[in-house]
């Protein structure tokens, strides 16, 4: 973001007036809910066995590989498994708990949360760029750095087209498996960037020698473990275990771009630019939300325990406080108080039908079909 850019998402409002009581009287329903059921908002026994499900897929493969006792076939195969086991553990477990969704306690969340660095990526740098950026301005252009530009793939019909993006519909999955991988080294830069005395996301207590400090120490200690047990204590050559390391990277990130693209780049969700002349955008945070966010295969048990309920990415964007082992029955709550006060509420029944309409919109970005209607 550039520094013009940031002086105006500093200035940047929401519309005080448009459906305003909405939010309250959702607020309100989704209050009774736990107060009726007498349960908590925070994580449960499920939530603890999906820790250490997901830690597991992620460790055990791991030490197998540790034994050198498997083929390389096998250790690849391994790999893989530690790929998708990483993408749960950030989509189960660090995703919450960096909301402060996953237990009332600080020191809970930021210890579950602080499982981001086994994806060699920042704790940091996430909580600013996801919370505080994606959440707020969700799908406004050059503030939501989910859909900023992704190297060729065209993510906003606010951002310059190119000619290669006419194609990006076929190639973008293949690069979307980057993600996890491009982390380790664009977290420098987001941290310095976060970090910086004219940065609107820098916190009075936050020290810049002390973030930057952390994310080298991490970096270097997960590469230790990653590259460096393996290269110390299996019998396979560099080459080898370079393969196997971005098999696992480009698991984890082609999960998880694949799940977080499905809920804002889809057919029907909107997209908006920074209003000039200090204008507000056109509706409340909460109505923004249901504008420009999508959930997918709501009644999908398997994808939604796996993907840590980020298919109820509406109830997850009004709700990020709360932990995703509540959004299915919240689901239904939330529908029906948009569908009353005639909001959208946009849903595609199955994953297929997201896939196909992310594909969709993926080609009507790179053909300039999807036109910016939207302040």
């Keep these: 973001m550039s520094h013009k850019n940031a002086t105006q998402t500093a200035s940047l409002r929401f519309s005080p007036t448009s459906k305003a009581d909405f939010f309250s009287t ?9 107060k009726e059921n007498q349960i908590s908002k925070y994580a449960n026994n499920h939530f603890a066995f ?3 499900a997901m830690l597991s897929l992620y460790v055990i493969p791991f030490v197998l590989i540790l034994t050198n006792f498997f083929s390389a076939w096998a250790m690849l195969f391994f790999a ?5 086991g990483k993408a749960g553990i950030g989509m189960c477990i660090m995703h919450d708990a960096n909301h402060g969704a996953t237990s009332p306690s600080k020191t809970v969340n930021k210890l579950l949360g602080s499982t981001m660095y086994l994806l060699g990526a920042s704790a940091f740098n996430w909580r600013i760029q996801h919370n505080v950026l994606h959440h707020t301005y969700t799908n406004v252009f050059e503030v939501d750095e989910d859909i900023e530009t992704k190297f060729i793939i065209r993510l906003s019909p606010y951002a310059e087209l190119k000619k290669i993006h006419k194609y990006q519909h076929i190639y973008a999955f293949a690069l979307y498996s980057l993600m996890t ?17 004219n940065s609107q996301f820098k916190k009075k ?4 020698a002390k973030e930057v400090l952390i994310l080298f120490s991490t970096k270097i200690l997960y590469l ?15 080459w080898q275990l370079l393969i196997g390391f971005c098999v696992a990277h480009f698991t984890t990130g082609f999960i998880l771009s694949v799940i977080f693209q499905m809920a804002h780049v889809v057919e029907d969700t909107e997209h908006h630019h920074i209003p000039e002349n200090g204008q507000n955008l056109e ?10 966010t999508a959930d997918f295969a709501r009644n999908n048990k398997l994808l939604s325990w796996y993907i840590g309920g980020l298919n109820f990415q509406i109830e997850h964007h009004l709700f990020p406080h709360i932990c995703h082992v ?3 029955a919240l689901s239904e709550i939330v529908k029906n108080t948009a569908l009353e006060f005639n909001l959208p509420y946009n849903e595609m029944p199955t994953f297929r039908s997201a896939i196909v309409s992310h594909l969709k919109t993926l080609k009507a970005l790179g053909s300039n079909e999807l036109q910016p209607t939207h302040a």
Aim: hydrophobic share 45%.
């Design 181 to 197: 991988f491009s982390m380790l080294f664009k977290d420098f830069v987001k941290v310095f960037r976060y970090t910086s005395k």
């Design 26 to 34: 959702l607020r309100k329903n989704v209050d009774n809910y736990f």
């Design 283 to 292: 509706n409340t945070w909460a109505v923004h939300q249901l504008h420009t």
């Design 326 to 328: 509540h959004y299915k």
């Design 50 to 52: 999906k820790t250490i």
């Design 80 to 84: 893989f498994l530690i790929g998708v």
């Design 205 to 208: 207590n936050t020290n810049q």
């Design 224 to 238: 230790l473990v990653a590259i460096g047990l393996p290269l110390l204590l299996v019998d396979i050559t560099w």
